[in-house]
């Protein structure tokens, strides 16, 4: 769960306009699962991609659930061709040589209270390096790129090991589970898998974001056919796809569940998006079939697309609803969310403020479903009807200081992020026009005086008549108050963590948690205090990130000082990494380093590392003589956005005046393995005036 010192030997960099940026993989620690490498299995052919052997990881079950097992199996996609499988030799996705110790959440987590119908069962993940949904099976190796697409020997032997060294054949309960192409693979591998146990052992199988569907793209053509069409070829996987299926269709067909279903004989849960993002993006508007790109801007942000998308979009959920299986055995939550896999991050699994459909949480439905609790089916009504989506917006929201009585929020970029990703954007388009969303009234002061929880930004230091703090919901453009902490006032520097669905403060030596907002009428929105004081100063605190599991904040703080009062090694001043466990409310000092960041960082799921900047020279590779200071902001998908605020080149005749530069970029693995900043996107600034003569102590902005 927590990075360790290799963590930092593993840091690589990446220059963004001069800025650079800390990208770091995390090596093993005290809250990771272990890794099981299947040297073994090599001799069998039984290999990833480049030759490696295959990895799972395992975490044993306890108590009630020593003898119940749930197998995850990772997704990423898959390779249609030599040169596609080449590049994921360079990464994890091919290779576990770069497969590195990860922690596990949602579905895998071991807390009762945010999983607590799977947290003490037998838990294991394997690892996806195949690109064939575990489905290939080649015996010739492609000498010309060193090639091996044995996947379906890959989740065999790993099955296999499971069953004979792990102690899987005893199971009394056993699920079969996996994300994207991982879901895809729970369903195809479903049938085989309840034959391998003795029929008093009870077998599901449950697939997250796997049902792909057969659907016409926009040009009318079926485009995802053509890519199963060379998964399949490629892989050589016909022979190891559901036989009910490839005796009626053909192989590429029968990678489609809405024809695998119908014949499974072992009970299924589906989980899925009705506007899946990924499906989206490649099944209904893939760029083959929108050469001039007037999908771009819907496909990156569900609420940018113009009333006839949304009308085509609808008519894309009426016809996957339609495809779904109609055996009311088969359990389903289908959410109106613009979402991708969502079972395996807490806050979407079972936390406060994770989707809801009929006021049932994912977490809750899979488990009633696997226990026969109920029949459970969930089909939410048509977007945008559900506001406990969890859909990251693909717009920055600025607070800038150009307002005498307070601040301004700025929605920025809107349609800045509209390039395809697989296309380098015109560096010269403009960005389009910030659109002015509020006004905040309050006190001048520094960065920290604001905090993002949720899609909420909170005024932490209003002025002195405010009844509380100003909270603006950037999503449904409302504003509400909410209480000021006990700590509001003290002195120091406060870090502020969205986390577990609560946010979270932290002002030396107090530490105070924001509840969820309520119901209206129902009850006051309030701060709790908790007794697990920091062990450190926050004015000190250099960096933080919260952790994929949803629980666990880390903060990296320079020449701290142990508080004499809690019981931690005597290290004196120096610096150091602390974890906080929002669900167990307790501190542990991870080690004597610090992560090498600034201000916060983020974890990128599909590319499995830490990006920040760098905490040296303020993250900058260019003269400081006019830079005022830069935030990184995460957008999705690996898509990251670099906000840099300078003072005007006038500066001696227009001391107030600031000026904001947006980049935005993506982050994507090379042929070497190496991460490689692509999709540059530098629009033209933005310009304002502080309005008051306080500059040393003026906030220049704040992005989120």
């Not at 003569?693 to 003026?698: A, G, I, L, Q």
Request: hydrophobic residues 35%.
């Amino acid at each position: 769960m927590a990075a360790s010192r290799a963590w930092l030997a593993r840091a690589t960099a990446a220059a963004v306009l001069g800025f650079v940026l800390v990208v770091a993989s995390a090596e093993a620690a005290s809250g990771d699962v272990e890794m099981v490498f299947l040297k073994a299995a090599v001799a069998k052919g039984a290999v990833c991609l480049d030759g490696s052997p295959p990895v799972y990881h395992f975490s044993p079950g306890s108590g009630s659930g020593a003898d119940n097992w749930v197998v995850h199996m990772e997704g990423g996609g898959w390779c249609r061709n030599p040169d596609e499988c080449a590049v994921r030799k360079g990464n994890f996705r091919g290779s576990s040589k770069f497969m590195r110790p990860l922690s596990f959440s949602g579905i895998l987590g071991g807390s009762q209270k945010s999983n607590p119908d799977f947290f003490n069962w037998n838990r294991v993940k394997i690892r996806y390096c195949d690109g064939s949904s575990f489905t290939g099976d080649v015996e010739t190796v492609d000498t010309a790129k060193n090639l091996h697409y044995r996947g379906f020997r890959v989740w065999r032997a790993i099955i296999d090991d499971l069953l004979t060294v792990r102690g899987m054949n005893k199971a009394k309960n056993a699920l079969l589970s996996g994300c994207s192409a991982g879901g895809l693979a729970s369903i195809l591998h479903c049938d085989t898998f309840g034959d391998l146990f003795p029929a008093t052992t009870k077998v599901k199988c449950f697939s997250d974001a796997g049902y792909f569907f057969d659907g016409k793209d926009i040009s009318g053509n079926y485009y995802a056919r053509s890519i199963y069409k060379n998964v399949v070829n490629l892989h050589g996987s016909a022979k190891n796809l559901p036989a009910s299926c490839t005796s009626k269709q053909s192989p590429e067909l029968c990678m489609f569940p809405q024809y695998v279903v119908p014949t499974m004989r072992t009970p299924l849960f589906i989980l899925n998006a009705a506007y899946d993002s990924w499906q989206v993006k490649n099944v209904l508007a893939p760029s083959p079939a929108d050469p001039k790109k007037a999908w771009a801007q819907c496909k990156l942000d569900i609420k940018s697309c113009s009333p006839s998308q949304l009308t085509t979009l609808q008519n894309f959920r009426t016809d996957f609803l339609a495809a779904l299986p109609t055996t009311p055995s088969v359990g389903m939550f289908i959410d109106s969310c613009n979402a991708h896999c969502q079972s395996g991050s807490q806050d979407t699994w079972l936390a406060d403020g994770s989707p809801t459909v009929n006021k049932t949480q994912i977490g809750k439905a899979v488990g009633d479903w696997y226990y026969d609790r109920e029949v459970s089916r969930q089909i939410d009504c048509p977007y945008p009807c559900n506001p406990t989506c969890k859909n990251r917006p693909k717009y920055l929201r600025l607070v800038v200081n150009d307002w005498d009585r307070g601040y301004t929020i700025y929605r920025a970029g809107e349609d800045g992020f509209s390039s395809d990703v697989d296309v380098d954007p015109d560096p010269d388009a403009p960005w389009p026009a910030a659109s002015l969303l509020v006004r905040i009234v309050a006190q001048h002061a520094y960065s920290w005086s604001f905090a993002a929880h949720v899609t909420g930004i909170l005024a932490m230091y209003p002025v002195e008549s405010s009844r509380g703090i100003p909270a603006f919901d950037t999503e449904a453009l409302a504003m509400t108050v909410c209480p000021s902490p006990m700590s509001h006032g003290d002195c120091g520097k406060p870090l502020y963590a969205s986390a577990g669905g609560r946010l979270w403060t932290f002002v030396y030596p107090i530490l105070e948690v924001l509840g969820p907002e309520p119901p209206a009428m129902e009850k006051l929105w309030s701060w709790a205090s908790v007794k697990s004081m920091p062990p450190f100063d926050s004015s000190r605190v250099s960096n933080y990130a919260v952790h994929p599991d949803g629980h666990t904040i880390f903060v990296s703080v320079r020449g701290y000082k142990l508080n004499p009062g809690l019981i931690l090694p005597n290290h004196g001043d120096l610096s150091s990494t602390f974890t906080f466990d929002v669900e167990s409310l307790e501190w542990t000092h991870v080690g004597g380093w610090i992560l090498p960041l600034r201000g916060q960082a983020y974890y990128d799921h599909e590319l499995d590392v830490w990006v920040g900047l760098c905490i040296h020279n303020e993250g900058t590779g260019h003269s400081l003589e006019r830079h005022r200071g830069a935030t990184l902001v995460y957008m999705d998908n690996s898509r990251f956005c670099l906000v840099e605020s300078q003072m005007s080149k006038d500066d001696d005749f227009y001391p107030r005046l600031r000026v904001v530069k947006m980049t935005s970029f993506l982050l994507k693995y090379g042929k070497e393995g190496e991460l490689r900043v692509t999709g540059r996107c530098t629009y033209a600034s933005m310009d304002y005036q502080i309005p008051h003569e306080h500059v040393d102590r003026s906030l220049d902005h704040v992005a989120f």
